[in-house]
């Protein structure tokens, strides 16, 4: 934008009663675009009760302005409090033959402010069809999809209720009944209409009409990106979303922690910031003057603003999932708190990572509980740190998509550069969430007393006659091989029924096994039902070993009952008292108890 239309901007506001104070410079250039400074002779800490800016109420972009241009207009049928100031905005800006005297008045007025409006804006509703392609791996595509659903039909119930005909051909396909986006050849329409529109709008074109829907859309995100709340104005305000726009102060760049404030004086908005903004930054000077619309995750940013920020705290990483709602019901009626904010949908339930809770609880008590048996009442230690194993499998696999979504990404345009920070943005957030949960899963372990826990690696250790049995067996010479030869299930249930079967042995173990392993294969066998089916399951794993173990190993696995039945039951007793740590496949027999939600 010319430095021109800026100074005639500014002479405007200061001809209609603004004050900018003599420190605060305005700058235009065209790769950054337009920008404030505070004079390098400034002294920071006079600025905290200083007026920097002071805007006279008859120079802002009001819902009442609109109510005065659009008058008899039943606003109840308008789900968005600012849809009628957006759709008078779109008026302004873009000439038409149908215009309003009322609306020619106040361009007229405006225009200093409407020619410093950014007419390329870079929100991703604004993007080509192959950046756009970039953004269907990421979470930001389904959000963007949403919000250009919503803009269409606020467009449509505007022109509704706004008797207002539309008469291209190009918008046809908009305004029929039940336009789905999801629909590939629909979604590229709309995408080739915008880009279309946005050409002839900066070729200045004059074909834009302040009705059609690229008018709307792009008067909607000036309003998302520039926007300021209409309490600030009005203490009687009852739709905290109601907002208007204030001219010369929305030229300010935002940047997230930045201390501001905005008062209402005399009728003047005026506009404060603080010394703690210009402390100097790795040695350099920092006297860009900046305004704070609210600290923003990159997603708000980049929707909202069409930037992100690197290293921003206040970032998000989302984890969708869909589940179904009754299992969603009984997770509830178990003690997981799911919020509302987490059920965005029926049955899909998201949570947020963050910087400050990368890891929500929960998540963890959610997981906890798809991992429960039917055999338990409540969520089990056993539950939740099964439960965080899989949480750990798809927190890695996002990690991993987005990581290879990076590497195929080009920086080579601010697009690509855009997209970068925001997934690398993404990535550090999964990471901090999965070492978080590792720190989780050791601090679940170190809670359990010692006899409620013992791990199979020590087991394997303790027992050398056991141990030298799965050497002739398997060939199995540590530990670690149970895993490498695939039989460390087996193993697992050979042990179990040795146990079953100690007090048969004629050399009596040299360890102490825990009393609640015993009383869980106790409690399974008096109430488990094997009918035919289960023991043909078992039949090829029991023919595999026996009777060629009773017979080659008499003193390990012939005395006691080594029957089929036994294998089945040890099967159960794995399932109900035993946790695989997925990290190196070390088994634990864990104790029943009620993990405390």
Request: some cysteine; charged content about 25%.
């Amino acid at each position: 934008m010319s430095s021109s239309k800026l100074d005639a901007c500014l002479q405007w506001a200061t001809k209609n009663g603004a004050s900018i104070d003599e420190l605060v410079c305005f700058n235009s250039n065209e790769k950054t675009g337009i920008s404030a400074t505070l004079d390098p002779s400034f002294n920071a800490q006079s600025l905290n009760e200083k007026k920097l800016i002071e805007i006279p109420k008859e120079l802002l972009i009001t819902r009442q302005q609109a109510k005065e241009a659009f008058p008899d207009t039943d606003e109840g049928n308008i789900k968005n409090v600012n849809g009628l100031t957006q759709i008078y905005l779109a008026n302004l800006m873009f000439n038409d033959e149908s215009q309003s005297d009322i609306i020619r008045e106040r361009q007229e007025f405006f225009r200093p402010y409407l020619d410093v409006l950014p007419q390329q804006l870079s929100q991703p509703y604004f993007w080509p069809l192959d950046k756009l392609e970039i953004l269907k791996k990421t979470d930001i595509y389904v959000i963007l999809k949403q919000n250009l659903r919503n803009f269409i039909t606020e467009w449509k119930s505007l022109l509704e209720e706004l008797d207002i005909e539309i008469d291209h051909d190009n918008l046809s396909f908009l305004l029929q009944t039940g336009l789905d986006l999801d629909d590939d050849s629909s979604f590229t329409s709309l995408i080739e209409y915008i880009q279309s529109s946005k050409i002839s709008m900066l070729k200045n074109e004059g074909s834009i009409s302040w009705k059609g829907f690229f008018a709307y859309l792009w008067a909607s995100c000036i309003f998302l990106s520039r926007a300021f709340p209409a309490i600030l104005i009005n203490e009687k305000c009852t739709d905290i979303n109601e907002a208007f726009l204030l001219p010369i102060v929305d030229l300010l760049n935002h940047k997230n922690d930045t201390n501001v404030k905005w008062k209402f004086l005399d009728n003047n908005v005026v506009f404060f910031s603080n010394e703690q903004n210009f402390l100097k930054t790795n040695d350099k000077p920092n006297n860009e003057l900046f305004n704070n619309y609210g600290d923003k995750s990159n997603e708000e940013l980049l929707l909202g603003y069409g930037f992100v920020e690197e290293n921003n705290s206040h970032d998000i990483c989302r984890l969708t999932m869909r589940l179904d709602n009754d299992v969603l019901k009984s997770a509830k009626q178990l003690g997981v708190n799911l919020l509302e904010e987490n059920l965005i949908s029926e049955g899909c339930v998201q949570f947020q990572l963050t910087e400050k809770d990368p890891l929500p609880k929960a998540l963890i008590d959610l997981f906890g509980y798809l991992c429960k048996l039917k055999v338990e009442n409540n969520l089990t230690r056993r539950s939740i740190l099964e439960g965080s194993d899989e949480l750990s499998n798809i927190l890695n696999s996002k990690l991993t998509s987005t990581k290879n979504l990076i590497k195929s990404i080009k920086a080579d345009n601010d697009i690509g550069k855009m997209l970068k920070l925001y997934l690398t943005s993404h990535r550090k957030l999964l990471n901090k969430s999965i070492e978080q949960l590792a720190r989780k899963q050791k601090q679940i372990i170190q809670t359990i007393p010692a006899n409620n826990m013992i791990s199979f690696k020590s087991i394997f250790k303790s027992d050398k006659m056991f141990a030298n049995a799965m050497l002739l067996r398997f060939g199995v010479v540590k530990f670690e091989d149970l895993v490498t030869k695939n039989c460390l299930n087996k193993a697992l249930m050979l042990w179990i029924v040795r146990v079953a079967n100690q007090s048969s042995l004629e050399r009596k173990l040299e360890y102490s096994v825990p009393d609640f392993i015993l009383k869980t294969f106790e409690d399974v066998a008096s109430t488990i039902v094997v009918q035919k089916e289960d023991v043909m399951e078992y039949m090829s794993f029991y023919k595999e070993l026996f009777p060629h173990l009773s017979q080659k190993l008499p003193d390990v696995f012939g005395k006691g009952d080594w029957g089929i039945k036994q294998f089945i039951i040890a099967d159960t007793v794995i399932d109900r008292i035993v946790w695989i740590r997925k990290t190196n496949d070390e088994p634990f027999f864990i104790k029943k108890e009620e993990y405390n939600v």
